[in-house]
């Protein structure tokens, strides 16, 4: 069951995804004690959770990693699948019974982990620390926004270097034009898109990488490992999936566990089934359900400067 409702810059929409009755009750009591909370719908298994997600964009999900009812398959891969759909992910408050999902759920950057039977108190807490984040996170792109309506360096030539001339003047040969300094004309034009680097955020510590520089991702259970063409390994705890969502050209899945950079393809051997990649030993197996996307590198490589012999 589900209700639209208008929702104004202070409030925060929320959506409870749990399989026990109880414990929804339990969780909405707790929170309708926020003024600025706004109820939205329950949903008790994975596809209606995900459906009320995409369909009110709540901030906020109270969500059941480990329910009763193992068919509702409620689990972490629910944030995975939002990953595919949305830019900004809401916030989302863990409430289960289990102690040991808390590591996990940690991985997966949830706001908060609550134990049930829920203590008052520690919903209240974990809901003061979303609101905090929130907070943080509208202040922040309020700041992004206002940057981007600085005038470029281009925008503040014009003005120092053009004058208007009176609609009545006469313009005559010994009329001066003023003019934009070619300086700044050549540093507009010469304007490019910024290369995208990867940053790989674990408990404060931040780990910024050229997304060039990225020979592979191969996966390795809900974590991923990113090999670099330095030889390097960097761990990220997010799952293969995740960066196959977020991702584009030059990186291309071509196995349940690998994601290439095609840059750094070297050899394709379709009998082996194998990709090498440059300058190594390294041989990355491609699968029947991905062979589609190896014939696309093969194409890709001969619409390119190309010579086949």
């Given at each position: 069951?589900?209700?639209?409702?208008?929702?104004?810059?202070?409030?925060?929409?929320?959506?409870?995804?749990?399989?026990?009755?109880?414990?929804?009750?339990?969780?909405?009591?707790?929170?309708?004690?926020?003024?600025?909370?706004?109820?939205?719908?329950?949903?008790?298994?994975?596809?209606?959770?995900?459906?009320?997600?995409?369909e009110?964009?709540?901030?906020?999900?109270?969500?059941?990693?480990?329910?009763?009812?193992?068919?509702?398959?409620?689990?972490?891969?629910?944030?995975?699948?939002?990953?595919?759909?949305?830019?900004?992910?809401?916030?989302?408050?863990?409430?289960?019974?289990?102690?040991?999902?808390?590591?996990?759920?940690?991985?997966y950057?949830?706001?908060?982990?609550?134990?049930?039977?829920?203590?008052?108190?520690?919903?209240?807490?974990?809901?003061?620390?979303?609101?905090?984040?929130?907070?943080?996170?509208?202040?922040?792109?309020?700041?992004?926004?206002?940057?981007?309506?600085?005038?470029?360096?281009?925008e503040?030539?014009?003005q120092?270097?053009?004058?208007?001339?009176?609609?009545?003047?006469?313009?005559?040969?010994?009329?001066?034009?003023?003019?934009i300094?070619?300086?700044?004309?050549?540093?507009?034009?010469?304007?490019?898109e910024?290369?995208?680097?990867?940053?790989?955020?674990?408990?404060?510590?931040?780990?910024?990488?050229?997304?060039?520089?990225?020979?592979?991702?191969?996966?390795?259970?809900?974590?991923?490992?990113?090999?670099?063409?330095?030889?390097?390994?960097?761990?990220?705890?997010?799952?293969?999936?995740?960066?196959?969502?977020?991702?584009?050209?030059?990186?291309?899945?071509?196995?349940?566990?690998?994601?290439?950079?095609?840059?750094?393809?070297?050899?394709?051997?379709?009998?082996?089934a194998?990709?090498?990649?440059?300058?190594?030993?390294?041989?990355?197996?491609?699968?029947?359900?991905?062979?589609?996307?190896?014939?696309?590198?093969?194409?890709?490589?001969?619409?390119?400067?190309?010579?086949?012999?």
């Amino acid at each position: 069951m589900s209700c639209k409702l208008g929702q104004t810059l202070m409030n925060y929409p929320y959506i409870i995804i749990d399989d026990n009755p109880e414990s929804v009750a339990k969780t909405k009591a707790i929170a309708d004690g926020f003024s600025e909370l706004v109820f939205v719908a329950t949903a008790s298994n994975y596809a209606d959770g995900l459906h009320l997600i995409l369909e009110h964009s709540p901030k906020l999900i109270f969500l059941e990693i480990d329910p009763e009812d193992k068919k509702s398959n409620l689990s972490l891969t629910l944030i995975n699948e939002l990953h595919r759909y949305l830019s900004v992910i809401p916030k989302i408050i863990v409430t289960t019974s289990k102690k040991e999902l808390a590591f996990e759920a940690i991985q997966y950057e949830v706001t908060d982990y609550v134990l049930k039977p829920i203590q008052r108190i520690d919903l209240i807490k974990s809901i003061l620390k979303m609101k905090k984040a929130i907070g943080e996170d509208e202040v922040f792109i309020a700041k992004k926004a206002s940057l981007h309506k600085i005038q470029s360096p281009v925008e503040e030539a014009s003005q120092d270097f053009t004058e208007e001339q009176p609609e009545d003047a006469e313009e005559t040969n010994d009329t001066p034009k003023k003019q934009i300094p070619v300086s700044f004309t050549q540093k507009g034009m010469a304007h490019k898109e910024q290369p995208l680097v990867l940053c790989i955020k674990s408990y404060g510590d931040y780990r910024y990488i050229d997304a060039k520089d990225i020979c592979y991702f191969q996966a390795d259970n809900n974590s991923t490992d990113i090999h670099l063409n330095n030889g390097e390994m960097v761990t990220a705890f997010k799952t293969l999936k995740h960066f196959e969502g977020i991702l584009s050209h030059p990186f291309i899945r071509i196995h349940n566990s690998y994601i290439l950079n095609r840059d750094y393809i070297s050899r394709i051997h379709t009998g082996n089934a194998v990709c090498y990649i440059k300058n190594t030993t390294t041989k990355i197996p491609f699968s029947k359900s991905y062979k589609e996307n190896v014939d696309l590198i093969i194409s890709d490589f001969a619409n390119g400067n190309y010579l086949e012999i």
